[in-house]
T-cell receptor, first 117, second 112 residues
Framework: GAVVSQHPSWVICKSGTSVKIECRSLDFQATTMFWYRQFPKQSLMLMATSNEGSKATYEQGVEKDKFLINHASLTLSTLTVTSAHPEDSSFYIC?????????????FGAGSRLTVL | GQNIDQPTEMTATEGAIVQINCTYQTSGFNGLFWYQQHAGEAPTFLSYNVLDGLEEKGRFSSFLSRSKGYSYLLLKELQMKDSASYLCAVRDLPDSWGKLQFGAGTQVVVTP
């Protein structure tokens, strides 16, 4: 089945630094990937849609200059949290679907837990 | 606005049946999903309903009533490994495969 790999699984950083999270589709090509964020005991919230070869589409309220998304190839999207602050501490999850085959099912990565000190 | 409601927590014993309800009010409807999520892990797909009725998949079944904005996930013959959070999600736009609106999740605790 479709597999989405996410790295790192967890990261701790100092306030003011930047952190990059990678999302890879391992056995399929994904022209579109999605980045979600989940705070403890809350629902997953879509942050942005990552489009291969073009700019990401951000959801309302998500700062595009703070959460930089790059989708340079059909199998890799990256999310960079710039100048991270403690309130950015969260569980970040990427997802993708393999296109027309099994298109109804969105596959998620294992998530990246970010802690900003 | 978008609203997806499900209970916060449910407890049941091993071997029992549990039904998790989900009600939704969204601007559009193009399918309802149920995902299972263990703590600190990615959600895994359980079921998908787009038409009214019951979809059965082994020990898990999911029901949808579009007119009532209501779905439930039925877990039968509960096992300890079923202890997890169960997420109800709605796709509200036809062309947005990844734009799912999620509920906050229902934590199911299975006891011996």
């Amino acid at each position: 089945g479709a597999v989405v790999s996410q790295h790192p699984s967890w990261v701790i950083c100092k306030s003011g630094t930047s952190v990059k999270i990678e999302c890879r589709s391992l056995d399929f090509q994904a022209t579109t990937m999605f980045w979600y964020r989940q705070f403890p005991k809350q629902s997953l919230m879509l942050m942005a849609t990552s489009n291969e070869g073009s700019k990401a589409t951000y959801e309302q309220g998500v700062e595009k200059d703070k959460f930089l998304i790059n989708h340079a190839s059909l199998t890799l999207s990256t999310l960079t949290v710039t100048s991270a602050h403690p309130e950015d501490s969260s569980f970040y999850i990427c997802s993708a679907h393999p296109g027309s085959s099994g298109a109804n099912v969105l596959t998620f990565g294992a998530g990246s837990r970010l802690t900003v000190l | 606005g978008q609203n997806i409601d499900q209970p916060t927590e449910m407890t049941a014993t091993e071997g029992a049946i549990v039904q998790i309800n989900c009600t939704y009010q969204t601007s559009g409807f193009n399918g309802l999903f149920w995902y299972q999520q263990h703590a600190g892990e990615a959600p895994t797909f359980l079921s998908y309903n787009v038409l009214d009725g019951l979809e059965e998949k082994g020990r898990f079944s999911s029901f949808l009533s579009r007119s009532k904005g209501y779905s439930y996930l039925l877990l039968k013959e509960l096992q300890m490994k079923d202890s997890a959070s169960y997420l109800c999600a709605v796709r509200d736009l036809p062309d947005s495969w990844g734009k799912l609106q999620f509920g906050a999740g229902t934590q199911v605790v299975v006891t011996p």
